[in-house]
Protein backbone atom coordinates (compact mmCIF):
# COMPACT_ATOMS: atom_id res chain seq x y z
CA UNK A 1 0.00 0.00 0.00
CA UNK A 2 1.08 3.41 -1.07
CA UNK A 3 0.63 6.37 1.27
CA UNK A 4 2.63 9.89 0.90
CA UNK A 5 2.03 13.47 2.45
CA UNK A 6 3.96 16.31 1.42
CA UNK A 7 4.45 19.69 2.94
CA UNK A 8 3.59 22.61 0.18
CA UNK A 9 6.29 24.83 -0.38
CA UNK A 10 3.99 28.18 0.98
CA UNK A 11 4.18 26.32 4.50
CA UNK A 12 7.37 25.11 4.18
CA UNK A 13 8.36 28.71 3.38
CA UNK A 14 7.11 30.02 6.18
CA UNK A 15 8.57 27.42 8.39
CA UNK A 16 11.99 28.58 7.10
CA UNK A 17 11.20 32.10 8.92
CA UNK A 18 10.29 31.05 12.25
CA UNK A 19 12.93 30.58 15.04
CA UNK A 20 13.21 27.31 16.91
CA UNK A 21 10.37 25.71 13.96
CA UNK A 22 12.91 26.35 10.88
CA UNK A 23 15.93 24.21 13.19
CA UNK A 24 14.59 20.41 11.89
CA UNK A 25 11.36 20.02 9.36
CA UNK A 26 9.58 17.34 7.54
CA UNK A 27 9.20 18.33 3.41
CA UNK A 28 7.55 14.83 2.71
CA UNK A 29 6.73 11.24 4.52
CA UNK A 30 6.24 8.18 2.35
CA UNK A 31 5.85 4.35 2.53
CA UNK A 32 6.07 3.31 -0.70
CA UNK A 33 7.71 0.04 -2.16
CA UNK A 34 9.52 1.95 -5.34
CA UNK A 35 10.02 5.72 -6.66
CA UNK A 36 12.48 8.00 -8.93
CA UNK A 37 13.37 11.36 -7.92
CA UNK A 38 15.29 13.34 -10.08
CA UNK A 39 16.02 15.96 -7.43
CA UNK A 40 15.51 16.77 -3.62
CA UNK A 41 16.24 19.68 -1.84
CA UNK A 42 16.02 17.87 1.57
CA UNK A 43 17.56 14.99 2.99
CA UNK A 44 16.09 11.20 2.49
CA UNK A 45 15.93 8.67 5.22
CA UNK A 46 15.13 5.24 3.69
CA UNK A 47 14.82 2.47 6.14
CA UNK A 48 13.74 -1.42 5.43
CA UNK A 49 11.59 -2.81 8.13
CA UNK A 50 11.38 -6.61 5.50
CA UNK A 51 12.57 -8.28 2.58
CA UNK A 52 14.53 -6.26 0.18
CA UNK A 53 14.97 -3.82 -2.45
CA UNK A 54 18.11 -2.02 -4.54
CA UNK A 55 18.48 2.37 -4.09
CA UNK A 56 20.29 4.03 -6.46
CA UNK A 57 22.04 7.83 -5.34
CA UNK A 58 25.19 9.83 -6.44
CA UNK A 59 27.03 7.44 -4.17
CA UNK A 60 25.91 4.33 -5.74
CA UNK A 61 23.88 1.58 -6.19
CA UNK A 62 23.00 -0.65 -3.14
CA UNK A 63 20.93 -3.71 -2.00
CA UNK A 64 19.12 -2.44 1.18
CA UNK A 65 17.84 -5.65 3.71
CA UNK A 66 15.82 -5.95 6.74
CA UNK A 67 16.78 -3.53 9.38
CA UNK A 68 19.00 -1.56 7.50
CA UNK A 69 18.96 2.43 6.41
CA UNK A 70 20.40 4.74 4.19
CA UNK A 71 20.56 8.84 4.33
CA UNK A 72 20.73 10.35 0.69
CA UNK A 73 22.23 14.22 1.24
CA UNK A 74 20.26 17.10 -0.82
CA UNK A 75 20.12 18.51 -4.20
CA UNK A 76 20.97 14.69 -6.15
CA UNK A 77 17.98 12.02 -7.33
CA UNK A 78 17.52 9.01 -6.05
CA UNK A 79 15.24 5.79 -7.31
CA UNK A 80 14.58 2.76 -4.56
CA UNK A 81 12.39 0.00 -6.02
CA UNK A 82 11.71 -2.99 -4.22
CA UNK A 83 13.07 -6.77 -4.63
CA UNK A 84 10.65 -9.18 -6.69
CA UNK A 85 10.85 -12.44 -4.53
CA UNK A 86 10.79 -10.61 -1.37
CA UNK A 87 9.59 -7.40 -1.49
CA UNK A 88 10.56 -4.88 0.94
CA UNK A 89 8.34 -2.84 3.57
CA UNK A 90 10.08 0.55 3.25
CA UNK A 91 9.50 3.84 4.75
CA UNK A 92 11.27 7.21 3.93
CA UNK A 93 10.95 10.40 5.36
CA UNK A 94 12.33 13.55 3.84
CA UNK A 95 13.59 16.33 6.32
CA UNK A 96 15.34 19.78 6.18
CA UNK A 97 16.46 22.53 8.46
CA UNK A 98 18.86 25.20 10.01
CA UNK A 99 20.24 22.48 11.94
CA UNK A 100 21.85 20.43 9.36
CA UNK A 101 24.99 21.84 8.96
CA UNK A 102 25.51 20.96 12.82
CA UNK A 103 24.14 17.78 12.43
CA UNK A 104 26.49 16.98 9.76
CA UNK A 105 29.50 18.99 11.48
CA UNK A 106 28.77 16.64 14.70
CA UNK A 107 28.04 13.41 13.48
CA UNK A 108 29.05 13.07 9.82
CA UNK A 109 26.53 12.28 8.34
CA UNK A 110 27.97 10.90 4.47
CA UNK A 111 29.10 7.90 6.96
CA UNK A 112 25.08 7.15 6.32
CA UNK A 113 25.28 7.27 2.39
CA UNK A 114 25.78 3.50 2.45
CA UNK A 115 23.16 0.48 4.02
CA UNK A 116 23.66 0.91 7.80
CA UNK A 117 22.43 -1.85 9.98
CA UNK A 118 19.88 -1.25 12.98
CA UNK A 119 18.77 -3.87 15.72
CA UNK A 120 15.32 -4.40 15.71
CA UNK A 121 13.13 -1.52 17.32
CA UNK A 122 9.41 -1.40 17.01
CA UNK A 123 9.48 2.08 18.64
CA UNK A 124 10.99 3.04 14.95
CA UNK A 125 7.66 2.21 12.91
CA UNK A 126 5.89 3.69 15.90
CA UNK A 127 7.63 7.17 15.68
CA UNK A 128 6.90 7.09 11.77
CA UNK A 129 3.59 6.37 12.29
CA UNK A 130 2.86 8.98 14.65
CA UNK A 131 4.44 11.62 12.51
CA UNK A 132 1.99 10.47 9.56
CA UNK A 133 -1.17 10.30 11.39
CA UNK A 134 -0.73 13.45 12.80
CA UNK A 135 0.05 15.39 8.99
CA UNK A 136 -2.87 12.67 7.90
CA UNK A 137 -5.38 14.59 9.96
CA UNK A 138 -4.57 18.04 8.15
CA UNK A 139 -1.77 19.81 7.82
CA UNK A 140 -2.87 22.55 10.09
CA UNK A 141 0.06 24.24 12.20
CA UNK A 142 -0.70 22.31 14.88
CA UNK A 143 -0.35 19.08 13.67
CA UNK A 144 2.59 20.21 11.38
CA UNK A 145 4.39 21.41 14.67
CA UNK A 146 3.39 18.19 16.48
CA UNK A 147 5.21 15.99 13.53
CA UNK A 148 8.25 17.91 13.31
CA UNK A 149 8.90 17.81 17.18
CA UNK A 150 8.35 14.14 16.51
CA UNK A 151 10.55 14.09 14.56
CA UNK A 152 13.74 14.61 16.62
CA UNK A 153 12.95 11.26 18.26
CA UNK A 154 12.59 9.41 14.96
CA UNK A 155 15.89 10.34 13.83
CA UNK A 156 17.59 9.85 16.98
CA UNK A 157 17.19 6.21 16.23
CA UNK A 158 19.30 6.71 13.82
CA UNK A 159 22.03 8.96 14.78
CA UNK A 160 22.22 7.74 18.48
CA UNK A 161 21.40 3.63 18.33
CA UNK A 162 23.21 3.34 21.35
CA UNK A 163 21.26 5.15 23.23
CA UNK A 164 17.82 4.30 21.90
CA UNK A 165 18.84 0.09 21.32
CA UNK A 166 20.72 -2.11 22.17
CA UNK A 167 24.03 -3.04 20.80
CA UNK A 168 25.12 -5.75 18.22
CA UNK A 169 27.47 -7.78 21.47
CA UNK A 170 24.60 -6.96 24.00
CA UNK A 171 21.44 -8.08 22.11
CA UNK A 172 23.59 -11.07 21.12
CA UNK A 173 23.71 -12.20 25.29
CA UNK A 174 20.16 -11.50 24.91
CA UNK A 175 17.26 -14.12 23.61
CA UNK A 176 17.30 -13.51 20.08
CA UNK A 177 14.36 -15.47 19.75
CA UNK A 178 12.66 -13.19 22.05
CA UNK A 179 13.21 -10.28 19.71
CA UNK A 180 11.54 -12.45 17.03
CA UNK A 181 8.44 -13.02 18.58
CA UNK A 182 8.86 -8.61 19.24
CA UNK A 183 9.39 -8.54 15.56
CA UNK A 184 6.36 -10.82 14.62
CA UNK A 185 3.93 -8.37 17.10
CA UNK A 186 5.64 -5.45 15.48
CA UNK A 187 3.97 -6.67 12.00
CA UNK A 188 1.04 -8.62 12.82
CA UNK A 189 -0.39 -6.57 9.79
CA UNK A 190 1.68 -8.51 7.55
CA UNK A 191 2.17 -12.25 6.20
CA UNK A 192 5.90 -13.05 7.10
CA UNK A 193 7.57 -15.95 5.69
CA UNK A 194 10.00 -18.01 7.64
CA UNK A 195 12.84 -16.88 5.56
CA UNK A 196 11.84 -12.88 6.07
CA UNK A 197 12.20 -13.57 10.06
CA UNK A 198 14.92 -15.24 10.13
CA UNK A 199 16.99 -12.84 7.60
CA UNK A 200 15.63 -9.81 10.03
CA UNK A 201 18.03 -11.64 12.59
CA UNK A 202 21.08 -13.22 10.48
CA UNK A 203 19.99 -16.83 10.78
CA UNK A 204 19.31 -19.09 8.70
CA UNK A 205 15.63 -20.61 8.00
CA UNK A 206 16.39 -23.97 9.37
CA UNK A 207 18.30 -23.23 11.79
CA UNK A 208 15.57 -20.50 13.11
CA UNK A 209 12.84 -22.92 12.68
CA UNK A 210 14.72 -25.43 14.98
CA UNK A 211 15.82 -22.90 17.91
CA UNK A 212 12.02 -21.52 17.76
CA UNK A 213 10.59 -24.54 18.50
CA UNK A 214 12.46 -25.73 20.77
CA UNK A 215 12.18 -22.34 23.13
CA UNK A 216 8.03 -22.35 22.48
CA UNK A 217 6.83 -25.77 21.02
CA UNK A 218 5.56 -24.45 17.82
CA UNK A 219 6.59 -23.79 14.43
CA UNK A 220 7.48 -19.71 14.18
CA UNK A 221 4.17 -19.56 11.87
CA UNK A 222 2.05 -21.49 14.32
CA UNK A 223 2.95 -18.85 16.73
CA UNK A 224 2.75 -16.03 14.43
CA UNK A 225 -0.24 -17.13 13.56
CA UNK A 226 -1.70 -17.27 17.68
CA UNK A 227 -0.06 -13.88 17.50
CA UNK A 228 -2.55 -13.03 14.66
CA UNK A 229 -5.56 -14.55 16.33
CA UNK A 230 -4.45 -13.04 19.80
CA UNK A 231 -4.79 -9.88 18.45
CA UNK A 232 -7.83 -9.92 16.49
CA UNK A 233 -9.61 -11.59 19.84
CA UNK A 234 -8.88 -8.17 21.13
CA UNK A 235 -10.05 -6.61 18.09
CA UNK A 236 -13.32 -8.38 18.35
CA UNK A 237 -13.60 -7.54 22.25
CA UNK A 238 -12.54 -4.13 22.73
CA UNK A 239 -13.68 -3.05 19.25
CA UNK A 240 -16.58 -1.83 16.63
CA UNK A 241 -14.96 -3.32 13.74
CA UNK A 242 -16.70 -6.32 11.80
CA UNK A 243 -14.99 -9.39 10.90
CA UNK A 244 -13.85 -8.35 6.97
CA UNK A 245 -11.79 -5.36 8.97
CA UNK A 246 -10.16 -7.21 12.00
CA UNK A 247 -9.00 -10.06 9.63
CA UNK A 248 -7.42 -6.90 7.19
CA UNK A 249 -5.88 -5.76 10.42
CA UNK A 250 -4.16 -8.95 10.82
CA UNK A 251 -3.23 -10.00 7.84
CA UNK A 252 -5.91 -12.12 6.05
CA UNK A 253 -7.37 -10.28 3.19
CA UNK A 254 -9.79 -13.18 2.55
CA UNK A 255 -12.32 -13.34 5.79
CA UNK A 256 -13.24 -16.68 5.37
CA UNK A 257 -10.02 -18.03 5.18
CA UNK A 258 -9.65 -15.93 8.64
CA UNK A 259 -12.85 -17.45 10.26
CA UNK A 260 -11.61 -20.88 9.28
CA UNK A 261 -8.00 -20.28 11.35
CA UNK A 262 -9.76 -18.25 14.06
CA UNK A 263 -12.04 -21.28 14.69
CA UNK A 264 -8.86 -23.59 14.49
CA UNK A 265 -7.02 -21.81 17.26
CA UNK A 266 -10.06 -20.75 19.43
CA UNK A 267 -12.62 -23.40 18.72
CA UNK A 268 -14.73 -20.95 17.88
CA UNK A 269 -15.98 -18.52 15.08
CA UNK A 270 -15.05 -15.06 15.35
CA UNK A 271 -18.90 -13.88 15.93
CA UNK A 272 -18.75 -16.69 18.54
CA UNK A 273 -15.95 -15.34 20.40
CA UNK A 274 -17.39 -11.73 19.84
CA UNK A 275 -20.84 -13.22 21.75
CA UNK A 276 -18.69 -14.12 24.55
CA UNK A 277 -16.73 -10.88 25.15
CA UNK A 278 -18.93 -9.79 28.02
CA UNK A 279 -18.35 -12.91 29.74
CA UNK A 280 -15.67 -13.41 32.74
CA UNK A 281 -12.66 -14.33 31.77
CA UNK A 282 -12.54 -13.04 28.20
CA UNK A 283 -9.18 -12.11 28.71
CA UNK A 284 -7.80 -15.32 30.19
CA UNK A 285 -9.19 -17.06 26.90
CA UNK A 286 -6.60 -14.68 25.23
CA UNK A 287 -3.92 -15.81 26.98
CA UNK A 288 -4.58 -19.31 26.26
CA UNK A 289 -3.97 -18.90 22.55
CA UNK A 290 -0.14 -18.57 23.33
CA UNK A 291 0.50 -20.66 25.94
CA UNK A 292 -1.10 -23.86 24.63
Same mark, same amino acid.
Given at each position: ?190 ? #?? $?? /? @? =????? !????? +? ?5 ? &? ?24 ? #?? $?? /? @? =????? !????? +? ?5 ? &? ?24 ? #???
Amino acid at each position: MEEQVNIPEEVQNRIKNIPFKNLLYITQVSHSPSKVAEYTDSYVLIYCLTGKGMCETAHGNFQLHSNQFILIPPNRGYSYRADKVHPWEVYCLHFNGNMIKELDTTFGLNKFTSPTNLIFDGQIIDSWTEIFSSLSNGLTDENIAYANLCLYRFISFFLFPSQQQKTVQEVEKEDQLDQSISFMKANVHKR #LC $VD /E @I =AEAFR !YSPSH +YSVLFKQ &KTGLSPIEYFIRIKIQRASELLTNSN #LI $VK /E @I =AGEVG !YDDPF +YFTRIFK &KVTGKTPREYKGLSTLTGNQNRMGFI #LHN
